[in-house]
């Protein structure tokens, strides 16, 4: 059974700082493609950054420059380091699992989701 965790979230002023993490169980994580996706309330959940299996990346051109994608196969976590943030970052943060093999930022592309992490950033 596939469980992801994601954690690191909290409040931070604009230009700084947060890494979000997370713990992934229960299939073999280095063979399959994962991403992180942001959604806020009343709008559609949105792709932020993806890792394919073989570890290419993907973004999104709002956070290119911004946001780095990460995996440690060994600890079988996934990690978002996010810095100079805007309060337009602000948003519930999931983890995701997708057994394609690319990189999508579609949320249909992707097949496990965890519960998320509040990012809130002030001004």
């Known amino acids: 059974q596939v469980q992801l965790v994601e954690s690191g979230g909290g409040s931070a002023q604009a230009g700084g700082s947060l890494r979000l993490s997370c713990a992934a169980s229960g299939y073999i994580f280095s063979t399959y493609s994962m991403g992180w996706f942001r959604q806020v309330p009343g709008k559609a959940r949105e792709g932020v950054a993806a890792?394919?299996?073989?570890?290419?990346?993907n973004y999104a051109d709002s956070v290119k420059g911004r946001f780095t994608i990460s995996k440690d196969n060994a600890k079988n976590t996934l990690y978002l380091q996010m810095n100079s943030l805007k309060p337009e970052d602000t948003a519930m943060y999931y983890c995701?699992?997708?057994?394609?093999?690319?990189?999508?930022?579609?949320?249909?592309?992707?097949?496990?989701w965890g519960q998320g992490t509040q990012v809130t950033v002030s001004s």
């Open positions: 890792v394919s299996r073989s570890g290419i990346t």
């Open positions: 995701a699992v997708s057994r394609s093999l690319g990189n999508s930022l579609f949320p249909g592309a992707y097949d496990n």
